[in-house]
């Protein structure tokens, strides 16, 4: 626990220090010429958090990593969010971690996780890969950073396919982004051979339930600073000649606020200190209950804020606007709380008959 | 520590596993739903844990207690809500009252009182609320004048659980007018079969019957029976409310989660796996584990005794929010049938889930309504300036 906070606060320094509003602003997409939302991809800052080595916490120290365990970036992903950093964090992060055959990059280039299991609801619209041997064919309509990538992770039933993004048969196609962080392709796979696949049953599971852990985590963040903004400026604007802060229908909804980013935070850390060493049933369960709680949770204390911040919340000039537009792009990745409510009621009230 | 403790106390595991194989060889009373019956079987429950000693487990050997650990009780409570048993009827005597007489009464009151309030021979009511110093509990007027050897009292008491079977009851009064109003309050302990004083219950929507109106009129209070110092009661009343909160919040935290499994028993009985269902009890879950997140908090500051904080009004929101949720959830799949008691609709128990659903609206309400949680967590918590 101890090494967690230490972590956090040397990520949350640093943050400070060279992530700064200016910067920050000018790659989401608020800087001079921009249109208001930005790529999502920065090569200099992919490298430079790699160059920090916080990509490799959780890699093994055999491969060059720091050897910690996948809970151990929870904490960073606080950070992650709370400051708004964008680019493929989760890409780099995680799947050197869980997936032997990839090695962190020097460089930051990510691999993609290129996975038509990020909804269950909305599967129709995402598409299917299908598999025969190494043989991939198939369509995902979003994947993050893949044309960012150096290897594209297809997730093909229980499958784990390693695919170079220039080998014959593979279409990585561009598409836009609302989301300030986040840059998409559309990936085509035609009779796409695969490097390498990995049938490991349990290795498609754990990479779905760290995404949705890690995803929370990085919502929990976006909820605290959209909190930590809110506070500041309630007690500093002024009107009727006092800090709105003082009125008591602010004030409530300032603590309202402070009492789901606390419990979500605290769910957080009882997720990751649950899930290392649980089965796959069991830590299926945990993500997906705080992947549901971090989308609403954080989405409603985003929705707050900008209500706390007046007209100047409605605006890109104010952080706020950016935690919310950023919330509302992680809530729906690998399932918002809708439709996860559906999935953790089938795993308890049918824990045999599902999947 | 006193020299008499020079052994370890059992350890944690060790006690759990023999709360549960007692609770396993005794088992629990039914609860009947009528109140007077409900009172006396709920009674016979404490003196049967009593005589077991697992009354007052955290209390000192001295008090007649366990001289155990707060992490013991909690332990023993979780237990006895897994068992499904009830708690014992005088709940407020042995986590609020008397630990309150335990720190700040005298040797008498500690010797004459504590013995019987434990064993459930005496039970205590509080009589800390009026009609008219709710939230604003330090503005309360009921009025004990100093007589010779004792006070007069008068005044008007509510919210009072069990007041009308009551034997004792622990009284916040106004002893002096002309100080700041939390400086002139005192805490009498009064035998509730004192001339002047009548009760009338108060039927709660739910169909419980548990609070009461109190009324005094000159009711005479031998002044030994002052529980620490003349206009200091404030101080007791707030310690004791401040100690009851952390215990209170997990217990309920146990309620709900056997409650919750009890749903998901009943719904999958049934076979009711509809996508309403999945959806209600998937909600229930989230709310669940947020709860017991928070109360991995709770407990570290219970245990390491960091006494009243503003997260602790934090607790108190996520709590009413939980408990709010999950009953709501579990009671929406009831649909029409709600209202027939009797009906199991989708496998649930009617009568049940909609008592359950009703009672979850008090909880944003006792102990401190959200309103006032949500104040203090703006001004103490967040340091928004005080409106």
């Known amino acids: ?355 | 520590m006193s020299s008499t403790e020079s052994e370890l106390p059992e350890s944690l595991p060790d006690f759990r596993a023999r709360a549960r194989a007692w609770l396993a060889s005794t088992p629990p009373p039914e609860v009947p739903p009528d109140p007077d019956t409900r009172f006396t079987v709920l009674r016979r429950w404490q003196r049967t844990l009593f005589e077991a000693g697992w009354a007052g487990l955290a209390w000192s050997r001295e008090a007649g207690g366990g001289g155990l650990t707060h992490a013991h009780h909690l332990v023993f409570v979780e237990e006895l809500v897994r068992a499904r048993a009830p708690q014992p009827i005088g709940l407020i005597g042995l986590e609020v009252v008397g630990p309150s007489i335990d720190r700040y009464g005298t040797d008498r009151q500690r010797r004459e009182l504590l013995p019987r309030l434990l064993s459930g021979d005496d039970i205590w009511c509080q009589g800390f609320s009026e009609p008219e110093a709710g939230s604003d509990l330090a503005s309360l007027r009921t009025r004990a004048v100093a007589d010779g050897d004792d006070y007069l009292v008068s005044g008007q008491k509510i919210w009072t659980s069990w007041a009308h079977q009551a034997q004792w009851c622990a009284l916040l009064v106004r002893t002096d007018t002309a100080v700041r109003k939390q400086a002139g309050i005192s805490y009498l302990l009064v035998d509730m079969t004192s001339p002047g004083i009548t009760t009338r219950p108060i039927r709660q929507m739910t169909g419980d019957q548990e609070f009461c109106e109190v009324f005094l009129d000159e009711v005479r209070v031998p002044r030994q029976n002052l529980l620490g110092a003349e206009n200091e009661g404030w101080a007791i009343a707030t310690h004791t409310l401040g100690s009851e909160r952390g215990a209170a919040t997990l217990r309920r935290r146990v309620e709900l989660e056997v409650a919750l499994d009890d749903a998901v028993d009943e719904l999958g009985a049934r076979g009711s796996l509809d996508g309403r269902a999945r959806s209600a009890i998937g909600r229930a879950h989230i709310a669940m584990r947020v709860l017991d997140a928070q109360t991995r908090q709770t407990t570290a500051r219970l245990l390491a005794n960091t006494g009243p904080t503003p997260l602790d009004s934090v607790d108190k929101l996520v709590l009413n929010d939980v408990e709010q949720t999950v009953f709501a959830e579990i009671a929406g799949l009831l649909g029409p049938l709600r209202a027939v008691p009797g009906s199991r609709p989708a496998g649930l128990r009617s009568e049940r889930w909609a008592h359950d659903h009703l009672y979850s609206r008090a909880a944003s309400i006792y102990g401190g309504s959200a309103q006032i949680q949500r104040t203090i967590v703006a001004e103490r918590l967040l340091g928004l300036p005080r409106g």
Request: aromatic share 6%; hydrophobic share 45%; glycine share 12%.
């Open chain 1, 1 to 355: 626990m101890a090494e967690h906070d230490d972590l956090a606060s040397t990520v949350h320094d640093y943050l400070t220090r060279s992530y700064d509003c200016d910067r920050r602003r000018t790659l989401l997409g608020d800087g001079p010429g921009g249109d208001g939302t930005g790529s999502g991809w920065d090569a200099g800052l992919a490298a430079e958090l790699a160059e920090l080595g916080w990509y490799s916490v959780a890699v093994a120290e055999c491969r060059g990593g720091i050897g910690a365990t996948p809970a151990d970036l929870g904490p960073l992903f606080e950070q992650y969010g709370r400051h708004l950093v964008i680019g493929p964090l989760l890409e780099n992060s995680l799947l050197p971690a869980l997936v032997e055959q990839i090695g962190p990059d020097p460089a930051g280039t990510p691999p993609a996780l290129v996975d038509p299991g990020i909804t269950d609801d909305r599967a129709a619209e995402i598409g299917s890969v299908s598999r025969t041997g190494r043989e991939l064919t198939g369509t995902v309509a979003a994947a993050r950073f893949a044309a960012q990538a150096n290897v594209l992770v297809v997730l093909a039933g229980a499958a784990v396919c390693l695919v170079d993004p220039a080998a014959p048969g593979v279409r990585v196609e561009p598409i836009g982004s609302a989301d300030p962080g986040t840059a998409f392709a559309r990936v085509r796979l035609d009779a796409a051979s695969a490097d390498l696949v990995v049938t490991d049953g349990d290795l498609v599971g754990r990479i779905r339930a760290w995404s949705r852990i890690l995803l929370a985590c990085e919502l929990d963040g976006l909820a605290r600073g959209a909190l930590e903004r809110t506070v500041e400026h309630v007690g500093r604007r002024e009107q009727f000649g006092r800090p709105i802060g003082g009125f008591q229908a602010v004030q409530h909804l300032a603590a309202d606020m402070a009492a789901r980013s606390t419990g979500l935070h605290n769910l957080c850390l009882a997720t990751l200190a649950d899930a290392d060493g649980a089965s796959t049933a069991r830590l299926d369960l945990l993500a997906s209950t705080v992947k549901a709680h971090a989308a609403q949770a954080a989405v409603g204390v985003c929705e707050d804020a900008i209500q706390l911040h007046g007209g100047m919340g409605f605006t890109t000039e104010t952080d706020v606007s950016w935690y919310y537009r950023r919330a509302l792009a992680l809530r729906g990745w690998y399932g918002d709380e809708i439709e996860l409510r559906h999935r953790i009621g089938a795993a308890l009230l049918d824990p045999e008959g599902r999947m």
